[in-house]
C-alpha cells in the first residue's frame, strides 16, 4: 500500500503453488483501478507459471525489493544487488 500511495509499481512473485490465487486477486485489484481510472501497470505479477529465473531476473532489475517467506528467498534478496527489506516466514 504504501509503495502504491508514492506512485510506485509493485510486481509480485509468488510461490507456484500461490500463482493462480494472486492472478485472481490482481484482476479484482484491477477492476477495482478501472472504477477509479488508475493504471493497472501499478500492480504486476511475474508471468505464471513463475519461477526462481524469472523471480531473480526481477530482483535485479527492480529499484528496491521488499522480500517475505522463506530464509532463502530473503538470502537471494540481500544477495541480488538490489537495495532490499527481507522477513522471514510467518509475516
Do not use: W
Amino acid at each position: 500500500v504504501n509503495a502504491l500511495k508514492t506512485g510506485n509499481a509493485i510486481i509480485l512473485a509468488p510461490s507456484p503453488k500461490g500463482a493462480v490465487p494472486l492472478a485472481r486477486l490482481i484482476d479484482y485489484i484491477h477492476a477495482e483501478f478501472d472504477k477509479c481510472n488508475i493504471d493497472k501497470k501499478l500492480v504486476q505479477m511475474v508471468p505464471i507459471p513463475p519461477s526462481k529465473a524469472k523471480t531473480s531476473q526481477l530482483m535485479a532489475g527492480a529499484d528496491m525489493l521488499v522480500v517475505t517467506g522463506s530464509q532463502s528467498n530473503v538470502r537471494a534478496a540481500y544477495s541480488s544487488g538490489t537495495p532490499a527489506i527481507g522477513v522471514g516466514a510467518g509475516n
